[in-house]
């Protein structure tokens, strides 16, 4: 009895030389997507009670102020950058607040003011506080959850919303 191989070595050429191309494909919208994408898409925001988290007069400039948001089980900061950034609010846009538990696994972070990140000890991931806590290195998958904050004219910072999900939540929900 005779055996066909040509079949079998033609579907194979065909499956690898196809997923080359996808895996190109893939590649290239990895690269090229992400900041266009974030620039044209709305970030999506959950509504918490207003709650006042600090006032000007207590931030320095790249140093971090510990709160806690939306309630006591959230830890987070408040950092003043010295320059207007996405997501910043204040008189000069340059004040920002995080949750500081790593969407990956809960781990702590930590401010470095030289880089302006704010880092996971666990697994090294890397949050770009100048950029609405995008995750620049690591292993979490999505990016830290930025407050939306609001800064009336006695200088009292309030926050009303987290723009994604925090860690260990199965929802934003309180």
Known sequence: MKKCDLMIDAGRRRFL???GVAAAG???TTVLAPQAAKAAIPM???TYPRT???????????QPFTVAY???????VLIKLGKPVPGGAGPDGDIVGFSTACPHKGFPLHYNA???????????????CEAGGQETWGHATQNLPQY???VDAQGDITAEGVDE???????NVL
């Open 70 to 76: 939306p309630d006591a089980d959230a830890p987070g």
């Open 26 to 28: 893939a590649a290239a």
């Open 114 to 128: 030289e880089r302006r990140t704010l880092n996971c000890p666990g697994h090294y991931s890397v949050f770009d």
């Open 17 to 19: 030389s196809g997923a």
């Open 148 to 150: 939306a904050l609001k």
């Open 52 to 62: 006042h988290l600090a006032n000007l007069k207590d931030l320095k400039p790249d």
């Open 165 to 171: 999900l925090i860690y260990g939540r199965l929802s």
């Open 44 to 46: 999506a925001r959950v």
